[in-house]
């Protein structure tokens, strides 16, 4: 005799909206990263310290500009007493090293320690695509912090020329691929082994700590090894200083090589061999974090 099956009604209500497929849930995971390194639909202590980042990226570059109107005599030069665009470089890079600190911890760590993966892998949202969109969102973030203030620099500092502004932002055009390299060389340079990190740690506490050894105590570490040894080959030990290198390929890139006291530079590496390590280090970040996703998810 055949037993009878119960349907349960558990209450639940099926979805009625517009199914998105692949790319709206890779859309969705992009967004709700952005929402998650700035506090978005969170709360208010989780919104201070990011937004408090952006006053930081943002203001000196509006200082900047209102000196200029001010003095009216400043122009973006590398003499002047601000600093112009390669300069400024140096201001944003500590805050995004602080960011990437916290944000790449808070991209990856609490879908896993609170088993929210699978709820993702039940959608068409692959692993790559999960990385990917944690990715792009830190990216989009760096990028903001990067070029959002170089941006107000080089618009502001164009409105204030006695040439004219249109003029003015035709004749310093050849500034823009040289801010847009730099960026990106920062860009590579802090995010992925932030991501490997916040890969690897359980914790969020433990990634940022992590993530400042390496790219602060391993500088210092590296310039000590370089300094204190007479070794053959001791000058080497300066390419593990990974916060060093994005700012010998900026100085390069806006013709600055040998005004700096980078022990990179110190040592002979020329700047390809730091781009050279940047783009080694992000490929093996990358490939270790996707490998790694591919078998959790």
Do not use: C
Request: proline share 5%; no cysteine; glycine share 10%.
């Amino acid at each position: 005799m055949t037993e009878r099956g119960v349907v349960f009604d558990l209450g639940y209500t099926p979805h009625e909206g517009e199914r998105r497929g692949r790319r709206g849930a890779i859309t969705t995971t992009y967004r709700d990263g952005l929402n998650r390194v700035f506090g978005i639909h969170r709360r208010a202590r989780k919104k201070i310290f990011p937004w408090l980042l952006v006053v930081f990226a943002i203001l000196p570059a509006v200082v900047f500009v209102g000196f200029a109107f001010l003095l009216s005599t400043f122009a973006p030069e590398a003499e002047s007493p601000f600093g112009g665009h390669a300069e400024y470089f140096g201001i944003t890079a500590s805050v995004v090293l602080l960011f990437v600190a916290l944000a790449a911890p808070e991209l990856l760590i609490p879908d896993r320690r609170e088993g929210v993966l699978a709820v993702y892998s039940s959608r068409p949202l692959r692993p790559d695509d999960y990385v990917g969109a944690r990715v792009a969102s830190l990216l989009t973030v760096i990028a903001g912090f990067m070029l959002i203030p170089q941006a107000l620099m080089y618009i502001g500092f164009a409105a204030l020329s006695a040439d004219g502004f249109f003029k003015a932002l035709g004749t310093n055009a050849d500034e823009i691929p040289k801010i847009l390299g730099a960026a990106a060389a920062y860009a590579l340079a802090f995010a992925p082994v932030g991501l490997l990190v916040s890969t690897i740690a359980s914790r969020k506490a433990a990634a940022t700590g992590i993530y400042f050894g390496i790219m602060l105590i391993g500088t210092a570490l590296a310039a000590a090894l370089v300094e204190a040894t007479s070794l053959p080959g001791h000058r080497f030990a300066a390419l593990l200083g990974i916060a060093e290198h994005p700012t010998h390929v900026s100085d390069w890139i806006f013709g600055r090589v040998g005004s700096s006291d980078l022990v990179v530079a110190r040592t002979g590496f020329d700047p390809w061999v730091s781009l050279l390590v940047i783009l080694l280090v992000a490929g093996v970040s990358s490939v270790i974090v996707v490998w790694r996703y591919r078998r959790i998810m």
